[in-house]
């Protein structure tokens, strides 16, 4: 099974600065790695599919970049609604495996 | 547009079988290159991927559950459904129908997933 890391697990900033999130595989997942934002109370949304690509409706401001086994989610200038949960998953072996998750908190 | 939609009991007997069913709506459970599956988040814990199948008929679960789940597709009626047999209270979760695609060496991420439905395992 291959693990996904997230780290860190909480990161405390203010609306307009620049959020870093990291996600380590245990192995080589090439590209096939997606991250997730949630909510309290809703599913989780996609928002960066083989590692790099926004999904549909996705603003700029969200940028996923990585390969192999380091990832990373930059939220270049946060907007107030994207303080939340954040998530990688890899799609290279079954199982798929989710990260412990980074709650992005208003600081 | 594509939408999902999971039902089901809310409230389930220790030692009884959890039965969800997942309904698609705004496209064809059959076509190919998508994947449906199940994932469930404990209250306050990540998500869990629990097991997916293909268009085809396929299936892969996660091995943590394996030998109490079956997911099953039901084309004449667009659906696909969940069982989990022997539930505890670590059974209790909210569950989420989802749609991803793997294709041709890249992949599309779970971009389509249901509500959620809140599961209790509770007597």
């Known amino acids: 099974e291959i693990v996904l890391t997230q780290s860190p697990a909480t990161l405390s900033l203010s609306p307009g600065e620049r959020a870093t999130l990291s996600c380590r595989a245990s192995q080589s997942v090439t590209s096939y790695l997606a991250w997730y934002q949630q909510k309290p109370g809703q599913a989780p949304r996609l928002l960066i599919y083989?590692?790099?690509n926004r999904a549909t409706g996705i603003p700029a401001r969200f940028r996923g970049s990585g390969s192999a086994t380091d990832f990373t989610l930059t939220i270049t200038s946060l907007e107030p609604e994207d303080f939340a949960v954040y998530y990688c998953q890899q799609r290279s072996n079954w199982p798929l495996t989710f990260g412990g998750g980074t709650k992005v908190e208003i600081k | 547009q594509l939408q999902l939609q999971e039902s089901g009991p809310g409230l389930v007997k220790p030692s009884e079988t959890l039965s969800l069913t997942c309904t698609v709506s705004?496209?064809?459970?059959?076509?190919?290159?998508?994947?449906w599956g199940w994932i469930r988040q404990s209250p306050g814990k990540g998500l869990e991927w629990i097991g997916s199948i293909y268009y085809s008929g396929s299936t892969y679960y996660n091995p943590s559950l394996k030998s109490r789940v079956t997911i099953s597709l039901d084309t004449s009626k667009n659906q696909f459904s969940l069982k989990v047999s022997s539930v505890t209270a670590a059974d209790t979760a909210v569950y989420y129908c989802?749609?991803?695609?793997?294709?041709?060496?890249?992949?599309?991420?779970?971009?389509?997933w249901g509500q959620g439905t809140t599961v209790t395992v509770s007597s």
């Open positions: 705004g496209d064809s459970i059959s076509s190919s290159s998508y994947y």
């Open positions: 083989h590692a790099s």
């Open positions: 989802t749609r991803d695609r793997w294709l041709k060496n890249y992949y599309y991420g779970m971009d389509v």
